[in-house]
């Protein structure tokens, strides 16, 4: 004999159907459901709609692109931006929840950029009858009035009225590492209390109205990139009476030089204490440390600020100088090491540059570190020692040092490829301007090249926000969608 739960199985069981009704009003045939109507009646009789606000006027601040979200809150949001969208969603979220909708998707209609009109269309459910689902959509009129928040209008009034400046600085040709910094400032609010940002030569100036909350920034920017800080102070005025002092304070922020992807010569001394690494030496990471690497030994080794500032050096090459080779053989020499994330493999290659076939034979026999990615037809960027002239002073501290023709820094997947994956991550720009070099290609677009290649990069950024982070409302559930829709 068979267990219960076998003879329960085994039962025969009828299947259930539903037949269909005719709808109520216009006598076609339906599913049936609790108000026996069909979508389109049911839509000419109920409107989820009635009642929610169609049209609201916000204010927005023209200098610092910032809207007011009632009382007193300030959003930073460009034009058609996930933020702003966030932030008209949000407006509208009391008036949902009071006529009991819920929001099921938002995106914007577009309109001219001077018309002062940003249009959004919502998609809302409600449950009309005894589990009836019904969806409707409607457009909701955003009036844009400007009106400067309360940091601009003092700065408007009084243009002098900062206590203090942070003057962030780095003596490099490219502006990568402030396009790395401005993400992480923006995604931990770091300059929100800044009353005005300024762009200048080699770097980015940062008001602030009180003191405390400049040295705050600095520690900021201290535990994401190596720096040096020099502090001033000037004296503004002096009530004898009361023995009062008013100050401005100066901040000035030197930013280590060093950058990823650059091909430094050590001085002899700090090789000496970093255990005789080197010389030649490529930087693979910069945070509030500098990540050396022996490309013709794998070794490697970490300076922090303190370390680089005692004896500090400059790069050989840096990544503007990159030359693209081509990959003819490639023989593994050794097993791969790894350095937290990072894996490499030293490796015999023989490479030509790119730019030379067609016009000569020239091959060259290198050692590499990226024996583990690279293979026979595959492109790379690299250093042109042989065709470079350099001039390093750090160089000629080595006699008899035998010079590699090249080194490779990285491989190259084809610009195709970077083209077709470089808007995968949203950045934020608002506190930098883009620059374009003389290529034509801008240091915005290698810096989001950089985040594509380089997951290391993107670890600390928010790029990106998904549906539900944006619309925390939305409810896709099998329940919902079954149910009649629009």
Excluded at 309 to 337: G, H, M
Aim: aromatic fraction near 10%; charged fraction near 25%.
């Amino acid at each position: 004999m068979g267990t219960p739960a076998m003879a329960e199985s085994a039962m025969f069981v009828v299947p259930q159907t539903i037949g269909n009704i005719l709808c109520c009003k216009c006598g076609i045939l339906m599913v049936p459901n609790g108000a026996n109507m069909c979508v389109t009646c049911l839509r000419s009789e109920i409107d989820i709609t009635e009642g929610l606000r169609k049209r609201v006027i916000i204010l927005h601040c023209p200098d610092c692109t910032s809207y007011l979200k009632p009382p007193s809150t300030w959003i930073e949001a460009q034009l058609e931006s996930k933020e702003l969208l966030k932030f008209c969603v949000d407006i509208q979220r009391k008036q949902h929840d009071k006529a009991k909708v819920r929001l099921v998707d938002a995106f914007f209609i577009w309109t001219e950029p001077h018309s002062k009109r940003i249009k959004v269309k919502l998609k809302i459910q409600k449950d009309v009858f005894n589990g009836t689902i019904l969806e409707q959509s409607y457009v909701v009129e955003y009036v844009v009035q400007p009106h400067l928040c309360e940091n601009c209008s003092r700065v408007q009034v009084n243009p002098d009225q900062w206590v203090a400046v942070v003057q962030l600085r780095q003596h490099v040709s490219h502006r990568r590492t402030f396009f790395f910094l401005e993400q992480l400032i923006l995604k931990h609010g770091a300059a929100v209390l800044a009353i005005k940002i300024k762009q200048v030569d080699e770097g980015i100036d940062f008001f602030f109205a009180k003191r405390s909350y400049a040295m705050k920034f600095v520690e900021f920017i201290g535990k994401v990139v190596p720096l040096r800080t020099r502090y001033d102070r000037q004296l503004v005025s002096h009530d004898s009476k009361s023995n009062k002092y008013n100050y401005k304070y100066t901040f000035s922020v030197e930013i280590c030089p060093i950058c990823r992807e650059d091909l430094i010569c050590l001085p002899p001394k700090v090789a000496s204490n970093l255990g005789n690494i080197g010389p030649l030496v490529i930087c693979m990471k910069v945070m509030n440390g500098i990540t050396l690497l022996d490309p013709f030994t794998l070794r490697h080794c970490f300076l922090n600020a303190d370390q680089y500032w005692r004896a500090s050096f400059q790069s050989l090459l840096t990544s503007r100088q990159l030359v693209e080779y081509i990959i003819l053989d490639v023989e593994p020499l050794s097993y791969e090491v790894s350095d937290g994330n990072r894996k490499y493999n030293l490796a015999d290659a023989q490479v030509a540059r790119k730019c030379d076939f067609g016009k000569n034979n020239n091959i060259f026999y290198i050692r590499t570190h990226l024996g583990h990615i690279l293979s026979a037809g595959d492109s790379a960027l690299g250093y042109d020692i042989y065709g470079a002239n350099s001039n390093g002073i750090e160089l000629d501290k080595y006699r008899g040092l035998v010079l590699p023709d090249a080194i490779l820094i990285k491989k190259s997947y084809g610009e195709s490829n970077q083209r077709k994956h470089r808007d995968a991550y949203g950045c934020k720009s608002s506190l930098t301007n883009m620059e374009v070099d003389e290529s034509g290609v801008s240091e915005y677009e290698e810096f989001c090249r950089d985040l594509e290649e380089n997951p290391d990069l993107r670890f600390n950024l928010s790029l990106e926000e998904s549906l539900e982070e944006l619309l925390a409302d939305l409810d896709l559930s099998e329940e919902h969608e079954d149910n009649m829709r629009e």
